[in-house]
Structure formats: C-alpha cells, structure tokens
C-alpha cells in the first residue's frame, strides 16, 4: 500500500502484518538453540530515543567520527557523488534523523543537484520524522520515503526512476552483520545498481579494544537500557512476562576477528511466556544463559576494499575521520 502526505513523501508499506512477522521472528529466536533476537527491532519508538542518546553518549565514538566526515568533508563527498552527472537517487538505508547525511542533503540542494532523496527504513517513527521535519530543515527536497526491510524496498527503489543511483549506509550498519552477511548484502545492493552507480558505507575500523569495548557498555548504562528495551517491546506487543531485572547486558569483543558482540544473560533459571497467533509461547531459560542481541563487526581497509571487490564494485575513494578510526568508503559498481 502506498500513502503519500502532504510534504510529497511516499511509503510503501508491506502486505503482512508487521507484528504477525515480529512474533514469528521472536519465536524462532527464542526457540533456537542459540537463543538471539534480531537487533533490528530495536527501533520502536523508546529505541530509537535510546538510541539517539548513545550516540550522543562520550564512548560511542562511532556517530562523532562519521559526523566529523560529513560535516568536514562534505564539499569532497558530494563532488564524488556529483561526479558522473545527470540526475539521481539518493537511496539512504536507516536513516537516523539525518544528522549526519543532513550536510551532504543541504549541500546537494544548494549546488541545485537534481537529486531525490530517498530514505529508507523500517521504523515508522523515523519515517514519519523526516516526511514532516525534513523538508522545514532543508527547504526544496525532493523526498520519496520508504517503510519496510532493507532488501524489498531496495528492489522498489531501484525502479522508482531511471536516474542512476547512489545508496547511503551510513552508521556501520553493515557492520551489524557477519563478514558472510555483509558480503551477500552488498551483493544484494550491487544487483539493484547499474554500471557506475555508487554506495557509500560507513564501517568502523579495527582498533584498541578498550575503546571499542567501552563503546558498547557506556558509564551512563544507556546500552543496557537499549537492550533491554527489546525484551519491554516483547511484554508489550506480544505479552509477555518477561522479568527486566532478571537479565544483564554483556558485550563482548575479539580483536582478532574485529567482532564486537551483545547479550542478554538470564541471572537465574526462569521461564517466560508469552502469545504467539492464537498459541501460549512458554521459553525456558537456565541461569547464565545468554540471549544473542547483536553484532558490531570491525573491519581494516584492507578487508573493506577484498568486501567490495567480491561483491562486483571498485573502490572509488576513503574518507577517514582525524583518529582514523572510522571509514566512508565510496564503492563503484562494475
């Protein structure tokens, strides 16, 4: 279904139920023998405020770097993105707020770029944020939103027009999947593309492990609060009884394999029940189990460039924060 507002946005919405397929998701996850969730339903609308203030917690030094690069390399990127002429797509999978692509939109519509802005993402608060604040921000977008997974309304955007396109994913987002996911994802992106178009992705670099460490278990425990919003988000959605206080956040990182991983550990032998379709869900849990939240991989540029490479793109440029701790890299298809 698409529904279109007054600021000429657009959103296409997914035919099945979205919390008929957030139930199955948590089911099988839960029911796996590694218990996970998927860290994408983060994002209600408490997540989303949470995870507004981790990026603005000191540790998390991820959002700062890649600001410092938009807000201080902006006239680079955008001439690279500029660079093949005519008119384009600018597809931004996850968008945030735009606080960081926010420099490179308003640079675009100074210099008159035809360009339509095109954010995808699957939180509706984010969504409806930028259909209503991002045309007061930044005066004559062209904006054409899209609700729903990365990869259905990748295909969808890629028939919006024939104007080549350019793909933002921004925030190391890529990196929340394995070095195999991340590898067939871009493959994914690289088959909606056509010769010539580019991708920009921000990957976090392998660096001291304390750093990283601290990044994902701040003073403040905003982190915490973030992971267990999810189980909240279960109570409510689903209702469930989970016990917050009976589950701990615990992050882990291997410097060898740049893998920064989170979890929720169950303090003591427990059971959570929960409704599933027209089925009582009951999941057991023994004390010092572990539930699966999410990867944060890192990477060297090296292995960003082999990444590229297989997934059918050369490396058309890096763009480095001033620590060298984090990367735009600019991927041109082949």
């Known amino acids: 279904m698409i529904r279109t507002n007054q600021s000429n946005s657009t959103v296409a919405r997914g035919t099945e139920n ?190 001291d492990p304390n750093t990283v460490l601290a990044a994902y278990n701040d003073k403040e425990g905003i982190t915490r609060q973030f992971n267990l919003n999810l189980l909240k988000r279960i109570n409510r959605e689903l209702k469930a009884n989970f016990d917050i206080s009976k589950f701990e956040h615990y992050p882990t990182y291997d410097p060898a394999t740049g893998s920064c991983k989170s979890y929720l550990v169950s303090q003591e032998e427990q059971s959570v029940c929960f409704i599933a379709g027209n089925n009582l869900e009951v999941i057991n849990f023994k004390k010092g189990e572990p539930i699966y939240m999410e990867l944060s991989q890192k990477y060297t540029t090296d292995e960003i460039g082999r990444m590229a490479q297989q997934a059918g793109f050369s490396t058309a440029g890096f763009f480095y924060d001033s620590k060298g701790w984090f990367v735009d890299a600019c991927w041109k298809a082949i």
């Open 18 to 207: 979205n919390n008929t397929i957030f139930c199955r998701d948590v089911v099988d996850g839960l029911r796996a023998d590694m218990k996970h969730l998927q860290s994408k339903y983060f994002y209600d609308a408490m997540g989303d405020r949470l995870f507004q203030r981790i990026m603005n917690s000191p540790e998390y030094y991820l959002f700062n770097c890649e600001l410092e690069i938009f807000s201080t390399r902006t006239a680079d990127l955008a001439s690279l993105l500029l660079q093949p002429g005519g008119s384009f797509d600018l597809i931004e999978l996850g968008p945030g707020d735009c606080t960081k692509s926010g420099y490179l939109l308003q640079h675009l519509v100074k210099a008159n770029a035809d360009f339509t802005y095109v954010p995808i993402d699957i939180s509706t608060s984010i969504i409806q944020y930028l259909e209503t604040q991002l045309p007061q921000r930044i005066p004559g977008i062209k904006i054409s939103s899209l609700e729903g997974e990365y990869s259905e309304m990748l295909a969808k955007a890629a028939t919006i027009s024939r104007n080549r396109k350019v793909i933002l994913f921004l925030g190391s987002n890529l990196g929340n999947m394995t070095p195999e996911q991340a590898l067939a994802f871009s493959r994914n992106i690289r088959s909606h593309l056509q010769k010539g178009d580019l991708a920009l992705i921000g990957l976090d670099l392998k660096k």
